[in-house]
């Protein structure tokens, strides 16, 4: 979780994420409100247009029934009917196809009016009309036949309760301006429709002619209109947007006026981008999001690249600062500062290199004058006091006979363990002399000390391999043995604290120098980033791994993760002087 306290990741976190999360919190906010209150416009709206409509469709057929109504209550019975009409012309012009009245006191009923009245075509209607006049006196009757295959005409009849004769008239659906009130409800342009259902909710007028006689007792409003309810619902087909239905009754006639339309179409233009809201700022956050990246594309990847020549440089490895990197003017001037703090560092380093150098040389003959005395002495003394009781155990067999006491016998067994116990001492010893002073290293060049390396951790330690890569060549002594030294130290420090159950020696010449890597799956430890701090952690080998491969020009790298094991690359460069090389040994 590391990468979480970058620059990049803070930023991100608590200031552009937070940033979107509002406005993305405050754009679907207000277009959840927006879009609730436009919904309550539009059907509120939708809903007073359709009651306006219904009402003046309502007038208009009240206002006929009324005429009606003021015909039978005044004409007198004792006049004849064709003089009630034709007195009352004036007062009947609303019905342009004429009106009849009916003389009730007699079956079938006789009619007197006007002879062109549907020209004998809706004899049926009129009677059916008039048997539902008589039915509820005084309360109009509706009822429709068509005229032509284009028109429709609307039978109004009334009966009056004291009186013995009844009226019919008619009037074409135009003249109620049923299509035109319907055309407007639909409007030009637009995909609302308009129309008109009977109680059976069945269409009777529709703005579009082809869709009367459709059965839409089943859609939305339908069925509360037909309970004379006003008022207007939300309905979804299938496959088709959300549609506003406003519905209105004509109570006179028993029909209801219905609207549908998508309740979007009805929004401002303006206001319907505002539905475009999360796509804007969705396409903003990406813009911001680019933006930062590109920006801080100058920043955060130099200043990355930055700290790893860092900390290279802190291992020793002073080519790696010089590297150019990208970014900001102020990056490549703390670059520029670093190089200038790299040069210094490498002058003090020159001035301490003759002195680490002598204190390692020092170190090394100081090695071979122990290896030496160790063997010229302390092993010729063991040696020695080996063969001695070599001479007491042949003194002892001449002594003890062929029947040897109790106290022979067990002074024959410690002879026996002294002799044991002067085996391991030597064998032991003479490891040590190895460890001072690699003869291996001396005689037969780098790679076969380091496969005997390998070889003698294996036979007491943990598996160790080696491999070598490139072509291999003698280097000078002091660059031989420090890459010993180093690699010896890898090895030591892994067995004795990592308990791995492999190790992996790898030795590889390349164009500029020698590259040794010794790696381990042992328990792995969490390495300090400075060098300068590993002494006072108490990792004295590797700050003698360090400053050998420092004082020859080179540098060393540590990588270790508790659980994972250490991986140590130093790298030496060629130096002058060279030896000679493989092929002339």
């Not at 009977?198 to 703005?207: K, L, Q, T, W």
């Not at 006026?257 to 009805?266: F, N, R, S, T, Y």
């Not at 067994?413 to 290293?441: C, F, K, N, V």
């Not at 002494?535 to 659980?563: I, W």
């Amino acid at each position: 979780m590391s990468y979480l306290r970058g620059l990049r990741a803070q930023i991100l976190l608590w200031t552009i994420l937070p940033l979107i999360v509002v406005l993305v919190v405050i754009a679907f906010g207000s277009i959840t409100l927006h879009q609730r209150s436009m919904r309550s416009l539009v059907a509120r709206r939708d809903a007073e247009l359709v009651e306006m409509a219904a009402a003046r469709l309502n007038a208009a057929l009240q206002e006929r029934a009324r005429i009606l109504q003021t015909l039978l209550t005044d004409v007198p019975t004792t006049q004849l009917p064709q003089d009630a009409l034709t007195s009352y012309r004036s007062l009947l012009a609303p019905f342009d196809l004429g009106v009849r009245i009916y003389d009730l006191s007699v079956q079938p009923a006789t009619a007197s009016g006007a002879p062109d009245l549907l020209s004998g075509k809706a004899t049926d209607q009129i009677k059916d009309v008039l048997a539902i006049a008589l039915s509820h006196p005084d309360q109009p009757a509706v009822a429709l036949t068509p005229v032509t295959d284009n028109q429709t005409a609307v039978l109004i009849g009334f009966v009056a309760s004291e009186a013995r004769q009844g009226a019919v008239g008619a009037v074409l659906a135009g003249a109620l301006d049923i299509p035109a009130l319907l055309q407007h409800l639909g409007g030009e342009g637009r995909r609302a429709v308009a129309f008109v259902v009977d109680p059976d909710g069945r269409v009777i007028f529709h703005s579009d002619p082809t869709q009367v006689g459709q059965d839409l007792r089943d859609r939305a409003g339908i069925r509360e209109v037909g309970r004379g309810r006003a008022g207007a619902v939300f309905a979804r087909r299938p496959g088709q947007e959300e549609h506003v239905v406003a519905y209105a009754p004509a109570p006179l006639a028993g029909w209801g006026l219905v609207v549908e339309e998508p309740w979007v179409d009805v929004v401002v233009p303006v206001l319907q981008y505002t539905l475009l809201a999360p796509l804007i700022i969705l396409a903003a956050a990406v813009a911001s999001l680019a933006a930062l990246y590109f920006g801080l594309r100058r920043v955060i990847r130099p200043l990355q690249g930055l700290g790893r020549q860092a900390s290279r440089l802190a291992w020793g490895d002073f080519r790696a600062i010089g590297q150019p990197v990208d970014g900001i003017g102020e990056i490549q001037d703390l670059q520029r500062t670093l190089q200038e703090m790299a040069a210094q560092i490498q002058r003090h380093q020159v001035g301490m290199k003759d002195y680490i150098v002598a204190l390692t040389q020092t170190q090394e003959d100081e090695r071979k004058r122990l290896a030496r005395e160790l063997h010229d002495e302390t092993v010729q003394s063991l040696v020695a006091l080996g063969q001695r009781v070599k001479m007491l155990e042949y003194d002892w067999q001449a002594c003890a006979g062929a029947q040897p006491t109790a106290g022979l016998l067990a002074a024959q067994g410690r002879l026996s363990e002294i002799a044991a116990m002067l085996t391991q001492a030597l064998h032991e010893l003479r490891a040590l002399i190895r460890d001072l002073r690699p003869i291996y290293l001396e005689e037969l060049g780098l790679v076969a000390a380091l496969e005997m390396l390998s070889q003698t951790t294996q036979r007491s330690g943990p598996a160790t391999s080696f491999e070598l890569n490139g072509e291999e060549r003698r280097l000078a002594p002091e660059a031989e043995l420090a890459v010993y030294r180093i690699a010896q130290a890898a090895v030591s420090n892994a067995v004795r604290h990592g308990q791995p159950s492999g190790i992996r020696l790898q030795l590889e010449f390349a164009d500029e120098g020698v590259t040794l890597t010794a790696e381990d799956d042992g328990d792995g430890f969490v390495p300090s980033e400075m060098p300068g701090d590993l002494a006072a952690q108490g990792h004295f080998g590797l700050v003698g791994m360090y400053e050998r491969a420092t004082a020859l020009g080179g540098h060393l790298s540590l990588r270790s993760t508790p659980g994972q094991g250490t991986k140590v690359v130093a790298f030496i460069p060629y130096g002058a002087p060279i030896a000679v090389d493989h092929s002339a040994r």
